[in-house]
């Protein structure tokens, strides 16, 4: 049930953010966005995987693992374009809409607290929901930096900062991941 009310919450926030990331100028929100896309893709997954042979659910993490680092990546490169093309986008809007993604994620974090020691495909669960509850409360620093600054630096460094967390976040799965398919694998004669 926790991974089903999870996938709706990440499912809902992608649509609420991504159009205010959009409309507001802001690299952060928009990826941001993209993460509860990709965290609603994860639960998804993890839903059709439970009960499943480990092997299975090891290869369902390394899937997500791999999609994190991706994502990671593409944030990565979107900062870097708008360093040089990117527009001061609207504090408010971010503030207002990283509020509502930070109720959002701390609601999501504490229904799979439990799951944070489980399998690789369980664990990425719990490693989703806590790397999203700390890039809102980054969003949200963020929008009050654009609101002193009057500048796109503050939001390009939470953008840049999220990209780095996905990409901790996919490397620590895919290791878990690899890890779990060595240990599944059966020795030939």
Known sequence: MALWLALA????????EGVAGLLSGSASLQADALDF????????????????ALVWRARAALLKGVTML?????????TLWGMWNGQTPAAEVMGVIGFMALIANVVTA???????????????????SRNDAIGNLAVMIAALGVFGTGTRWPDLAVAAIMAGLALQGGWIIVQ?????????????A
């Open 37 to 52: 896309l990709g965290d609603a893709a994860n639960y998804a997954i993890s839903l059709g995987v439970v009960g499943m």
């Open 70 to 78: 991706a994502f990671g990546s593409w944030v990565a490169g979107v």
């Open 110 to 128: 504490i229904m799979l607290f439990r799951f944070r020691n489980g399998d690789a495909n369980m664990r990425s669960v719990w490693i989703c």
């Open 176 to 188: 878990q991941a690899r890890g779990e398919l060595k240990s599944t694998r059966v020795p030939s």
């Open 9 to 16: 919450i990440n499912a809902g926030m992608f649509a609420v």
